[in-house]
T-cell receptor, first 113, second 116 residues
Framework: DGGITQSPKYLFRKEGQNVTLSCEQN?????MYWYRQDPGQGLRLIYY???????QKGDIAEGYSVSREKKESFPLTVTSAQKNPTAFYLC????????????FGQGTRLTVV | DAKTTQPPSMDCAEGRAANLPCNHS???????VYWYRQIHSQGPQYIIH???NNETNEMASLIITEDRKSSTLILPHATLRDTAVYYC?????????????????FGQGTRLTINP
């Protein structure tokens, strides 16, 4: 079945370590997005990519990095420079231009201890 | 993208219609209104979108005012499973490709609680 997959669902890391969150889609979508959600808050845009080998910073890109080497994949690295990395991370994809809906993964809950 | 304003929370009785308002007074002519919802600890789910005409699908109806400065999402017969945070987003869509215009920006949303 077509969809967008994030892995793992739960992730624990020690403070100071970089960690990479996976996002894969088989919907043939051009655009992909990463969001961060904190308890009781809305979604905040970290990075987005409209096509392969291109990406733009969102509203809270500091401390994060991404790559878009393949259309299907948009991994997010949470670096040690991110001051408060513990959060719920959501990946999404859509057609470009966005005519209908964006599809979201089920999220990765990252806890840094 | 135009900013949206939604009430932080609403309650509705099970079986009644839930009407969720959204203000988007700075919306541009080529911006659509999208609605998503997020059930606790899951990814957001698309509900409906529209430009200026009212829209209806199997999940909901979207009523957009004539001046397009506000809209209302209607869940006609709310069930307990409709309890979620509902997000109203306005953004450019369609065949016009504008640098940076494809991003989706979410606000705080409305936490809808359906009561038995």
């Amino acid at each position: 079945d077509g969809g967008i997959t994030q892995s793992p669902k739960y992730l624990f890391r020690k403070e100071g370590q970089n960690v990479t969150l996976s996002c894969e889609q088989n919907l043939n979508h051009d655009a992909m997005y990463w969001y961060r959600q904190d308890p009781g808050q809305g979604l905040r845009l970290i990075y987005y990519s409209q096509i392969v080998n291109d990406f733009q910073k969102g509203d809270i890109a500091e401390g994060y990095s991404v790559s878009r080497e393949k259309k299907e994949s948009f991994p997010l690295t949470v670096t040690s420079a991110q001051k408060n990395p513990t959060a719920f991370y959501l990946c999404a994809s859509s057609t470009r231009p966005l005519n209908t809906e964006a599809f979201f993964g089920q999220g990765t809950r990252l806890t840094v201890v | 993208d135009a900013k949206t304003t939604q009430p932080p929370s609403m309650d509705c009785a099970e079986g009644r219609a839930a009407n969720l308002p959204c203000n988007h007074s700075t919306i541009s002519g080529n911006e659509y209104v999208y609605w998503y919802r997020q059930i606790h600890s899951q990814g957001p789910q698309y509900i409906i979108h529209g430009l200026k005409n009212n829209e209806t699908n199997e999940m909901a109806s979207l009523i957009i005012t004539e001046d397009r400065k506000s809209s209302t999402l209607i869940l006609p017969h709310a069930t307990l499973r409709d309890t979620a945070v509902y997000y109203c987003i306005v953004r450019v869509a369609g065949p016009f490709i504008i640098q940076g215009a494809q991003k989706l920006v979410f606000g705080q949303g409305t936490r809808l609680t359906i009561n038995p």
